[in-house]
């Protein structure tokens, strides 16, 4: 995924799903977490939301170690202009014929 010119990692589409509706529900929770502690100003309570988060996208193959297995290297949060996914990404932006 191409997020401001840059690349995000997406979620395992092999997970099963009942599976991944679970990590995304932890995920959001976690998030919503992160929002109060945040609006309390509760450092402790913010780290471990954070970490919550983390744990959640790792289980999601958001982050961690990756979940293909063909040998790509993982341009996770690069800028797409400097990974050989530039040209796909240029010939998205052309109007199809």
């Not at 992160?34 to 609006?39: D, G, R, W």
């Amino acid at each position: 995924m191409v997020v401001r010119g840059r690349l995000w990692r997406v979620a395992n589409p092999d997970l099963p799903e009942h599976q991944r509706e679970s990590f995304v529900r932890a995920l959001m929770t976690a998030r919503r977490e992160v929002k109060a502690a945040l609006a309390e100003n509760d450092k402790g309570r913010l780290a471990a939301a954070r970490q919550s988060v983390n744990a959640a996208k790792i289980a999601l193959g958001e982050r961690g170690p990756v979940w293909w297995n063909d040998g790509a290297p993982d341009y996770n949060r690069h800028l797409i202009k400097n990974t050989p996914y530039l040209e796909w990404y240029e010939q998205l932006a052309k109007p199809q014929a």
